[in-house]
Structures are given as C-alpha cells and as structure tokens.
C-alpha cells in the first residue's frame, strides 16, 4: 500500500455548492475503513465549516483557514499555527467599508474588490504579511502559511509521511498543497492551471470526483500511477537524464570490491533522504556509520536492536543505517531475517520506511536460500540490494529485482552473470563506453549511464540557502512597483513560498528589472542559477514563476515543510 493518507480540500472539490453527497460520505468512510487517514484541508474559517459541514468527524485532522489553525475533530482541540494579524489590520479595513470581513484565529479574509485597500493597509502599517487568491477570495497571512504547511502541521501530529498522501483539490490556492504531497489530484471541474500541473486529473467533478479517487485508492490502482516528479536521479544517459522511481523499485547494484557500488549507491541514498524519504540501510560492516543526517544503530562493541530500529522509525523523518558490524557474522542472516518482516509490518501501520538497502546481500540472502523475508519490493516501498557477486543471490531474491546497476570496468560480465542467474540472454549495452551500465530487466538492451555525484558537501554547504534564515542584507525583499509590499524572503524557500502569493504585478516588476538572478548571483553567490534565471527573466512569458521555482528546486532540494516564521526575530 502505497498512499496512506487522502487530504481533500473542501469548496468545489468535496462539496458542491457547500454540500457533500452522501455517495462521497460513504466513499470516505470505506477510505477510513481500510486504515488510513483523512485529511480535510479548507480555506474556510473552522465555525463556518462546522456550521455547514455534520461530517467533520470522519476526518482525523481538519486544516483550517487555508493552513492557518489545526482541529482535532476527535478531541476538539483548535491549534493556531501562526501568529494573526495585528487587530488594527482588520479595524482599518472594515473602517474603509470593506465587507465581508472573516476574522480566524490566523486568517483575515474578504473577496474582490477589495485586493487594493488590503495591499494598501499592508504597505501603510508596515506589515510582513501575504496575500493569497483563490476565485475570488483574497486571504492575508502569515509569510509561509498556506495549505502545504497546514497539511505538513496535521502529518507531523499522525506521524505521516507527505510521501504516502494523495491529494484533491480545485482552485488556485490548491497548488502548494498538492504539491507537497506524494500525488497531488484535481477534479474535473478544477481551474485550468492546477489540471495542467497536478499529477492527476481525475474524470470527474466535485465530490464525484473524489469518490472516483477514492475508488482507485482503495482498489490498488493508484499505487501504480507513476510520479515522475518524484523520481530520483541516477545520471546521464544517451537521451538525458536517468531517474529511478522511488517507489517499486527492486534494484541490485554490483560490481566487483573497490569498483564504486557504494560511491552509487550513496548518492542515490542521499537524494532519498534529501527529498524526505525514509531510509534503512542494513549494513553488515559498517561501511554507512558515517552517513550524514542519518541515525546509526549500532557499534563495533554493541549490535544493533530490533526493537531500537523500530522504535527510532516511527518518526517518518528519522532514517536509520542499522550497523551490525558487532554482530558475530553467523547471526547476522538471522538478524536480518527477523528484522525485515517487523519492517514490512511498520510500512504496512505507518507508510514508512519508504527504502531498505541491504549491503552484502549476498551474505543476507545468499544462493542456499529458498524463501527471503521480503516477498514484494512494494512491501518495504523500494529495495537495493548491494553484492559482489548478482549469481550468488537467492532466487526468491532476484524475483524482487525489476533493475541493475553494474558498476567496473567490465559491466557486461556483471550483466551476464545476472542474466544467467534469472536464466535470460544478456541485454545489449548501449551507449558511450564510460559509466555505469543500467538494465531495466523488462527491455533487452541496457544503457550506460554517468552516475551524477554524491551532493552531500555542497548540500550542507548551502542548506542555509534553501532552508535556513539569512541575515537582512542578504535576503530577498519583494516590494513591487511602488513600494507597495514589505515582504522579506529569508531563504529559496520562503521566496518560491512568497512568489506565488504575491500578485502578477509585483512579479513582473521585479522579473523585468532582473532582480531574482541578480539576488542568488550576488547575495547567494550562485553564478550557475543567476544564469539560469537570468535567462527566464530576458524571455519572459507567461510561465515565468513556475520556471524559476522549477530551477531553484532542481538545484537546492527544498524541503518539504515551511520555514518557521518568527516576527520577533532580531539577525545578527
């Protein structure tokens, strides 16, 4: 089971007209039946939600006021997640007449036409705030609260991964949501932008739209829907890019001792963990102890403990290397074996760990063995499996296999080896004579490819950048033309946060001044992107916004949860 959460905004998309169908109800209730969770995520203030809406304890968590406050429907807790305006915000504009005027616990919102005076009171009292539209609407919050974060704010109380949420929604302010989850959908009658950039664009309208999602939840179909989004690089091959789905994937790399298997191995790994994937690396002799960002179990004088690893994984951000290089190498196999089935039950409760690597496997699983713990790779999300020697694996190992990565000098004899083991021809190698050599075993031929290297130096180099706070003068502001706004991007994800709140002017201004290659070439120093975007800034286009963010998340891996905003805040 691959999607263990399904979060559905509200209007337009579960209700039509401000009603839910009872087909839709009970679709849920079947989603809620098979285990998993349910997510209401809504622009709408929490009162008129439950004034309009019976059903709210069908869900296990409920974001309100487009990401503003989190409600436990089972406690009946309200949980602000930000910081409102001051309330002289709001007295200004009902002052100039401004109506309707909805006041949450975060959130201040009124509707067109009105956008000019809410610009105007935020330039005037010199307020950091951003303004979010939505058919309409027009939502004022806090700088980096939307309904991404709300939902990242609901997963962390379920202990959930945004890597086994699907998505619904309709509208404008849907997009960063559906974007932070796993697989982000759009009913039918969604606006055009969001069917054109969802991962998904279902057949149906409204609530019936979600009762088809549902459906195809339920069924199975939807763990097959492919995210290329999502994919993780490998390198460069004959027509471009080579990427491996992070989910499904039953991969052996191998190669003979000192030819590069875990320099491979440890870059895909990093890009895992980098993009919030949980990752379990099981490693007989100690060669990940030094993993960064990654908890190891483990010491030369202290095996690792079943219980420990499991307990450390129920957080979905926490990845593990479980070291058992204290572990006499006669218990190791039978360490393994009782660990991995614990594993498939903890993915199959929680959705996570979403990888297992198994050094040595050879050692773990070898030839002599009929059964291993793992019958289907989607069990443990992916599997790799690293070996010297691809023939000495179980069979019932290499029934999990869909792909090989031979690294050495002589790739072919590796492929031949495995091929001779799955008892298939040897593929075809095509491609430039240098790389390694990657075969999807459902096609003949494999490819070489140039692995991309290991990121982790310039990741902890830079991570300030994406997702740390940067000093005032090196920090992006949005002002737009006439000095309008006030809105301080204190690093890459803040400013995509920040961009697609701020209004078509305001972006435009900046974009025809140069302003953003600018900012990242001199401020950020990174002459490479500032060139990238600079050329985007001389096209132009329609396109623009979504183009910049598109390189800076290529680049820089934004996280997936917003940086905490803290008005307070004095830099030095």
């Not at 100039?96 to 067109?112: E, F, H, M, N, W």
């Not at 990654?294 to 450390?312: F, I, K, N, Q, Y």
Request: aromatic share 4%.
């Amino acid at each position: 089971m691959r999607y263990h959460v399904l979060a559905c905004d509200y209007d337009d998309t579960l209700a039509r007209h401000g009603k839910v169908a009872e087909h839709t109800i009970k679709m849920l209730e079947r989603v809620s039946r098979s285990g998993r969770k349910l997510l209401l995520v809504t622009g709408r203030e929490l009162d008129d939600l439950l004034s309009v809406f019976p059903h709210t304890d069908l869900f296990d968590a409920i974001v309100a006021e487009n990401g503003g406050l989190l409600y436990d429907p089972g406690q009946r807790t309200r949980e602000p997640l930000a910081q409102a305006p001051p309330a002289e915000f709001a007295e200004r504009l009902r002052g100039q007449g401004v109506t309707p005027l909805g006041t949450g616990s975060v959130i201040v919102a009124t509707r067109d036409p009105y956008d000019p005076q809410v610009q105007e009171a935020i330039r005037e009292l010199g307020l950091e705030l951003q303004v979010i539209r939505n058919k309409g609407a027009v939502m004022v919050l806090p700088p980096g609260v939307n309904k991404a974060s709300g939902l990242t704010a609901a997963l962390d109380r379920l202990s959930a991964s945004r890597h086994n949420v699907v998505a619904v929604g309709d509208a404008e302010n849907d997009h960063a949501f559906l974007t932070a989850a796993e697989c982000g959908c759009a009913v039918a009658n969604a606006v055009p932008s969001l069917l054109d950039q969802c991962d998904l664009p279902l057949d149906r309208e409204h609530g019936e739209g979600v009762a088809e999602l549902a459906d195809r939840l339920l069924s199975g179909e939807l763990d097959e829907v492919e995210i290329p989004r999502h994919h993780i690089l490998l390198g460069e091959g004959p027509d471009g890019e080579v990427r491996l789905p992070p989910y499904g994937t039953g991969l052996v790399v191998a190669g003979p001792s000192g030819s590069g298997k875990s320099t491979v191995t440890t870059a895909l790994l990093e890009r895992l963990v980098e993009a919030r994937y949980q990752c379990v690396i099981i490693d007989p002799e100690g060669d990940y102890a030094e993993f960064p960002g990654v908890a190891v179990l483990g010491e030369p004088d202290r095996p690792p403990v079943a219980e420990e690893v499991l307990r450390l994984l129920e957080s979905p951000d926490q990845s593990a290397v479980v070291n058992m290089i204290g572990m006499p190498l006669r218990d190791r196999p039978a360490f393994f074996s009782e660990l991995m089935p614990r594993l498939v039950a903890l993915r199959a409760r929680l959705g996570h760990p979403h990888c297992v690597v198994v050094d040595e496997a050879h050692h773990l699983m070898p030839a002599e063995l009929q059964e291993v713990p793992v019958k289907d790779v989607r069990d443990l999300g992916s599997v790799f499996m690293i070996t010297v020697h691809p023939e000495a694996l179980s069979p019932a190992a290499l029934n999990l296999v869909n792909g090989v990565i031979a690294v050495g000098p002589e790739p072919e004899e590796t492929l031949g080896a495995f091929a001779a083991a799955l008892g298939r021809e040897a593929p075809e190698l095509v491609g430039e004579a240098e790389g390694v050599a990657l075969w999807r075993t459902s096609a003949d031929a494999a490819e070489r490819v140039h692995p991309a290297p290991g990121r982790a130096h310039r990741t902890r180099h830079r991570r300030k950048y994406a997702a740390g706070t940067m000093s005032k003068d090196k920090s992006f502001y949005f002002t737009g033309p006439e000095d309008r706004l006030k809105l301080r991007a204190r690093n890459l994800h803040v400013f995509v946060e920040l961009a697609e709140g701020v209004d078509d002017e305001t972006w435009a201004f900046h974009l025809g001044r140069g302003d953003y290659s600018t900012w990242i070439g001199e401020k950020l120093g990174d002459s490479e992107l500032a060139d990238e975007v600079a050329q985007v800034e001389r096209e132009g286009g329609d396109d623009t916004l979504r183009q910049v963010a598109e390189l800076i998340e290529r680049r820089y891996t934004l996280p997936a949860e917003p940086t905490k905003y803290d008005p307070d805040h004095d830099d030095r």
